[in-house]
């Protein structure tokens, strides 16, 4: 009864193409078609961008539907496929995970076809869609309880020069965060698939809370930044003005640079992002609520580092996470 | 089984006390006891401050910490009750209703001893703590899909008399909006209760988005001022910077001043808040996601007005509010 994932078009087709990656029904529910556009001009690099992972993360989608209205004028080589909207069921919900399994589809890749609908949309982007890239830029946001600046991130490769390549490619958005992440829950990351074919892919982490008109140019910025590194589109790439200035650093973060919460409360920021910190600096302050005379609790900074997501404002349980921190990149020599 | 309402201390005792309104459990749940604080300086203004009423506002219930740690030192006289969170179970869940019983808080008061949880709450704050209070103030947040600017607000007040000491309170917030809102669903709001009580009521709608340390100073400024223009602490009133300005201005918003989606689809916001719009100015952009051949929807502005309320990114249904805008309030003469 149910068919192979596909996509409604030939995607070898010169020129512009729009259509549906059709992902296959199964128990839970049936076909799920996910809008897809793909513009070929023949020889050059293989390029896919993709939004709507995560559901309440609607900074990608919308940079993905502009990218689609201005690349049939700007790109001059190679292929470039868009899709918007990864999880359009989350999406809908403004939902990080799916309603109807429960999944995370940034924890499920490469997926499973006879699966649940998450894995069976993960199936259907690793089978074909994946296969005609070898760049991804996936276009998160950081969620709406945190604040965060616009950024370029990697997890660390073991391929150091997939790697190298992977975070020089992050350095061509030139947002002002380029991040090398070093984080324990990775398994079913769409990233951690593509690179183990050799991929490179760059996960943007833009922002968190509020979408705004002036947010969504730095981020669209970024990825024209990008796609000129590439050699897809002509044009000057330019740090976009975040927070009154123009530039851009490259850090990294290890799962120690986290700070959790040491009781549970409402976490209050006392810093933004970017700020550089010394130890001791307060970062923020944790309010128990049970209670009005439990003293607060202040968050401090363990040594030199520079914040680069904190929480804003959410309740949180004791050992949740409500500030991080980085220190400049050093790549290890090979 | 169940006892009523009550605080575990004696709001007459002078000076600062600390405890909790115990509200009665009942079917669905045991009690619930919500930390308070009240501080008792003798004749003078009697002011209720209530936060946490939605749980995904989290800005009233830091500006309520924050006024509980100043007020011992600042209070000259009359009495001050300070409830952070009349809702923790919504707080706890980052949910703007109560999970346990689907309720939404402010639209059920006064409340029902027999009732749910949310409606055992509202009847243990509109029977205990409404009536120690002459003025209330009930720190909102506008919601995490929201650009909002910091504004205090009210409805229209049939009594002409409180609506116009309601505006001059609202006005004391000195924030950089007051807004008279003519809204349909009103039906079970706090302010509603309060104001057929002769008392006089503002709401704050605090931002939404990202609860940041520079919007927390704004909001709690505006408090300080309201309680300056109150008399229960000295000092001089100011408008606090907000987006570079030191301002404030009030404007009235009608039921006809709600732009709605004309389809479903990821809402781009393209102007912000406070902007001032002609007639066809282009406000934000509806793109339908379910085909990439569809055009995207100009919205535009109707008229001369400004936007005080522009959805940031979330995926709407067709009629869904995606902006609003109003004009400066002309109070009727009586």
Redesign the interface.
């Known amino acids: 009864m149910s068919e192979a994932p596909h996509l409604t078009f030939d995607s070898d087709m010169p020129g512009v193409s729009?259509g549906?990656l059709v992902v296959p029904g199964g128990a839970d529910r049936g076909e799920l078609s996910l809008?897809?556009?793909s513009l070929n001009r023949g020889e050059g690099p293989r390029l896919l961008v993709t939004g709507g992972n995560h559901?309440n993360e609607?900074?990608g989608?919308?940079v993905a539907?502009r990218l689609?209205e201005w690349l049939p004028e700007a790109q001059t080589c190679g292929r470039v496929i868009v899709l918007?909207?990864l999880n359009?069921l989350a999406?809908?919900a403004?939902s990080r995970n799916t309603p109807l399994d429960g999944l995370n589809l940034n924890r499920v890749f490469p997926g499973r076809a006879g699966g649940s609908v998450t894995e069976r949309i993960a199936d259907a982007v690793s089978r074909i869609l994946l296969p005609m890239a070898d760049t991804v830029f996936d276009l998160h946001s950081f969620g709406?309880?945190?604040?965060f600046p616009p950024a370029a991130t990697t997890h660390p490769i073991a391929d150091l020069d997939l790697m190298a390549r992977t975070v020089r490619m992050a350095e061509a958005f030139k947002l002002p965060l380029t991040l090398v992440w070093e984080y324990n829950d990775t398994v079913g990351m769409f990233d951690i698939v593509a690179q183990n074919q050799g991929k490179v892919f760059v996960c943007a982490e833009f922002g968190?809370?509020?979408?705004?008109?002036?947010n969504?140019a730095i981020y669209e910025a970024g990825v024209r930044n990008a796609l000129i590194a590439l050699g897809l589109v002509e044009g000057k790439a330019e740090y976009p003005t975040f927070r009154q200035q123009k530039s851009g650093q490259t850090l990294e973060t290890h799962p120690s640079d986290e700070l959790k919460s040491p009781a549970p409360g409402?976490f209050?920021?006392?810093?933004?992002v970017l700020d550089e910190v010394k130890q001791g600096d307060l970062i923020g302050i944790l309010?128990p609520?049970?209670?009005?005379?439990v003293e607060?609790i202040d968050i401090r900074a363990p040594g030199t580092a520079i914040v680069f997501a904190i929480r804003?404002?959410?309740?949180v349980g004791v050992n949740e996470w409500v500030a991080a921190v980085a220190r400049p990149l050093r790549l290890e020599c090979h």
């Open positions: 729009r549906h809008p897809v556009f559901g609607l900074e989608p919308l539907r689609i918007p909207m359009p999406v809908q403004w709406p309880t945190w604040d968190g809370g509020t979408v705004g008109a002036d969504l409402i209050e920021p006392r810093a933004s309010h609520m049970d209670s009005l005379s607060s804003s404002g959410g309740h």
